[in-house]
């Protein structure tokens, strides 16, 4: 099993920054892509921003020039940096990762237990 810990979330003033980290802990081969996705009340969740084992990255349209994911492979961790945040970023914000495992070595995708987020305007 693997366990992905969240941390960083919290309440900040609209224009205010926050920095969201993931650590990845357990039976793991290799740590693939990471990811930050989001789930505001109401809405569905939605893919905010990944990592890729190499450095590339992907950010959905409306975190593009605010968010910065990264990670640090050494402590198999990732990172959202979210500056210039809004009311509308509020939501709980939840880790995924790729993880290849096993003897057959297949990957399984994992999920952390989610951190809120909470933009006051």
């Known amino acids: 099993q693997v366990q992905l810990v969240e941390s960083g979330g919290g309440l900040v003033q609209a224009g205010g920054s926050l920095r969201l980290s993931c650590a990845a802990s357990g039976n793991m081969f290799r740590l693939d892509a990471m990811g930050w996705y989001r789930q505001a009340p109401g809405k569905q969740r939605e893919l905010v921003a990944t990592?890729?084992?190499?450095?590339?990255?992907n950010y959905v349209d409306s975190v593009k020039g605010r968010f910065t994911i990264s990670r640090d492979n050494a402590k198999n961790t990732a990172y959202l940096q979210m500056n210039s945040l809004k009311p509308e970023d509020t939501a709980v914000y939840y880790c995924a990762a790729d993880v290849v495992q096993g003897s057959l070595f297949r990957t399984r995708h994992y999920w952390g237990q989610g951190t809120q987020v909470t933009v006051s305007s």
């Open positions: 990592i890729f084992s190499g450095g590339g990255t």
